[in-house]
């Protein structure tokens, strides 16, 4: 008998400058005694859920979504990823050299970004600021000033990429890998 992939729900912007919050206790326990699933975990309060892996991933996006909906009255994406998906994605990392975990993201899209999403956003970059589009995952270097100095706000990158997504630094996608295995 092989052991069940654990797998990671990224939820957008919670627990973020005092909006949008969902305590990740309360939600733990919700999701164990609402949708039956047992061994939920998460890491830090920015919305990072490790759940053995569904065999419907959609339909599990797709409640945990109302869930969070109904207990907080916050409409936020669910976005997941098995750890297989991210240990690739991993090792298929654009931008090796970056200069500091803190400043290589990645944003986790729920599909795929439109045509002409990579160059709207190559107009918008700063100096010492990459991204690469690699499925559905956009990789962004962002310059030695930080995040802070980027014109890549969440309003241009939803309107460029025409789809939603959430952004996690590299630290805190490894330690999800780690953390699902």
Request: with cysteine; net charge negative.
């Given at each position: 008998?092989?052991?069940?992939?654990?797998?990671?729900?990224?939820?957008?912007?919670?627990?973020?400058?005092?909006?949008?919050?969902?305590?990740?206790?309360?939600?733990r326990?919700?999701?164990?005694?609402?949708?039956?699933?047992?061994?939920?975990?998460?890491?830090?309060?920015?919305?990072?859920?490790i759940?053995?892996?569904?065999?419907?991933?959609?339909?599990?996006?797709?409640?945990?979504?109302a869930?969070?909906?109904?207990?907080?009255?916050?409409?936020?994406?669910?976005?997941?990823?098995?750890?297989?998906?991210?240990?690739?994605?991993?090792?298929?990392?654009?931008?090796?050299?970056a200069?500091a975990?803190?400043?290589?993201?990645v944003?986790?899209?729920?599909?795929?970004?439109?045509?002409?999403?990579?160059?709207?956003?190559?107009?918008r970059?700063?100096?010492?600021?990459?991204?690469?589009?690699l499925?559905?995952?956009l990789?962004?270097?962002?310059?030695?000033?930080?995040?802070?100095?980027?014109?890549?706000?969440?309003?241009?990158?939803d309107?460029?990429?025409?789809?939603?997504?959430?952004?996690?630094?590299?630290?805190?996608?490894?330690?999800?890998?780690?953390?699902?295995?």
């Amino acid at each position: 008998m092989s052991a069940v992939e654990r797998c990671v729900l990224f939820l957008r912007a919670v627990n973020v400058s005092g909006r949008n919050r969902v305590p990740m206790a309360e939600l733990r326990a919700l999701i164990t005694e609402r949708l039956g699933i047992a061994d939920v975990t998460t890491y830090i309060a920015s919305g990072n859920v490790i759940v053995p892996e569904p065999d419907d991933p959609a339909a599990l996006c797709s409640k945990v979504r109302a869930l969070i909906s109904e207990a907080f009255d916050v409409d936020t994406p669910v976005i997941l990823r098995t750890r297989t998906e991210l240990v690739a994605m991993l090792e298929g990392n654009p931008f090796p050299d970056a200069a500091a975990d803190k400043l290589l993201h990645v944003m986790f899209l729920e599909g795929e970004a439109q045509p002409g999403a990579v160059e709207a956003l190559t107009d918008r970059l700063v100096e010492g600021e990459r991204i690469a589009l690699l499925g559905r995952e956009l990789w962004i270097d962002y310059p030695a000033q930080g995040v802070h100095a980027t014109k890549l706000t969440r309003a241009v990158l939803d309107r460029a990429l025409g789809v939603e997504g959430t952004a996690r630094n590299i630290r805190t996608v490894r330690t999800l890998v780690d953390l699902t295995a």
